[in-house]
């Protein structure tokens, strides 16, 4: 079993950035793939990006691509997310999730474990 903890929200100005990290429990962090989701008030929880369990495959959506990157340091168990040019509309509470897939996904339902949120708030 893998417990994740994100970190590194908060308040942010428009065209600012951020950085989120998640650090992972256990020792087998290199055996998921892992994937970055967030939820705002009101609407369905969302991909954002994900990379595979060497980091060296990533997927992103439309809508952060060019000014998100997700990353990992399995020797530290932990994936990050630096967030660039930030846009109110990227407020909501961000989420990190492991998967047992070999490969990386968009889809909530291929991840087996889930961090507990980190609030993302944007302002104009």
């Known amino acids: 079993q893998v417990q994740l903890v994100e970190s590194g929200g908060g308040l942010v100005q428009a065209g600012g950035s951020l950085r989120l990290s998640c650090a992972a429990s256990g020792r087998t962090f290199s055996s998921y793939a892992m994937g970055w989701f967030r939820q705002a008030p009101g609407k369905e929880r969302e991909f954002v990006a994900a990379?595979?369990?060497?980091?060296?495959?990533?997927s992103y959506a439309d809508s952060v691509k060019g000014r998100f990157t997700i990353s990992r340091d399995n020797a530290k168990s932990t994936v990050y997310l630096q967030m660039s040019s930030l846009k109110p509309e990227d407020t909501a509470v961000y989420y990190c999730a492991a998967s047992k897939r070999l490969g990386y996904s968009r889809w909530t339902y291929e991840y087996d474990y889930w961090g507990q949120g980190t609030q993302v708030t944007v302002s104009s």
């Open positions: 990379c595979s369990r060497s980091g060296g495959s990533t």
